[in-house]
T-cell receptor, first 117, second 112 residues
Framework: GDSVTQMEGPVTLSEEAFLTINCTYT??????LFWYVQYPGEGLQLLLK?????DKGSNKGFEATYRKETTSFHLEKGSVQVSDSAVYFC????????????????FGKGTLLTVNP | DAGVIQSPRHEVTEMGQEVTLRCKPI?????LFWYRQTMMRGLELLIY????????DSGMPEDRFSAKMPNASFSTLKIQPSEPRDSAVYFC??????????FGPGTRLTVL
């Protein structure tokens, strides 16, 4: 079945440092790829998405590029802030029996990011 | 527009008691998902509905768990009887025929 593997945390950085969180996937079909973020005490929020190969998703200074050849969707940010401290989840959309999306998401285990001032 | 609403936000109960978690999806959304989040197992999909009909309940851990969606604006997840290993944060999410799911704030359940 489909699966998502993301780097284990926790990741601790100083403010303004460069961030990379690795994510690779295995899937049948052509899934959409997502990064969700979970701030303390809250539900998950969509951070960015990409729907096809070579697409780049971006939001709030974060970026990730859909790499079909390496089955990867690594999350990057050039300069992190204390407010970026959260758990980050990589996810993919599953392909249903008819070949289209069945709107289910498969999540990675999450990576805790802590940014210190 | 209000997001996904879950209640209660926190629930503490004793082993053997019945627990009911509630979810109101975003108006107009026709898919609803129930997830469980624990440190050990991460985020697990329990069940999801389309147009109030359960589509896939393969993630429901055992018969003690049941979920219903009597109408488009309300769903419940029930655990009877509850056990300490059910302690987790339970999330509800909804979407309208897109891959982007909108999550509620979650219910933190503690079973003593």
């Amino acid at each position: 079945g489909d699966s998502v593997t993301q780097m284990e945390g926790p990741v601790t950085l100083s403010e303004e440092a460069f961030l990379t969180i690795n994510c690779t996937y295995t899937a049948t079909g052509y899934p959409s790829l997502f990064w969700y973020v979970q701030y303390p005490g809250e539900g998950l929020q969509l951070l960015l998405k990409a729907t096809k190969a070579d697409d780049k998703g971006s939001n709030k200074g974060f970026e990730a590029t859909y790499r079909k050849e390496t089955t990867s969707f690594h999350l990057e940010k050039g300069s992190v802030q204390v407010s970026d401290s959260a758990v980050y989840f990589c996810a993919l959309s599953e392909t249903g029996n008819s070949g289209g999306s069945n709107y289910k998401l498969t999540f990675g285990k999450g990576t805790l990011l802590t940014v210190n001032p | 527009d209000a997001g996904v609403i879950q209640s209660p936000r926190h629930e503490v109960t004793e082993m053997g008691q019945e627990v009911t978690l509630r979810c109101k999806p975003i108006s107009g959304h026709d898919y609803l998902f129930w997830y469980r989040q624990t440190m050990m197992r991460g985020l697990e999909l329990l069940i999801y509905f389309n147009n109030n009909v359960p589509i896939d309940d393969s993630g429901m851990p055992e018969d003690r768990f049941s979920a219903k969606m009597p109408n488009a604006s309300f769903s419940t997840l029930k655990i009877q009887p509850s056990e300490p290993r059910d302690s987790a944060v339970y999330f509800c999410a909804s979407t309208v025929r897109t891959d982007t799911q909108y999550f509620g704030p979650g219910t933190r359940l503690t079973v003593l």
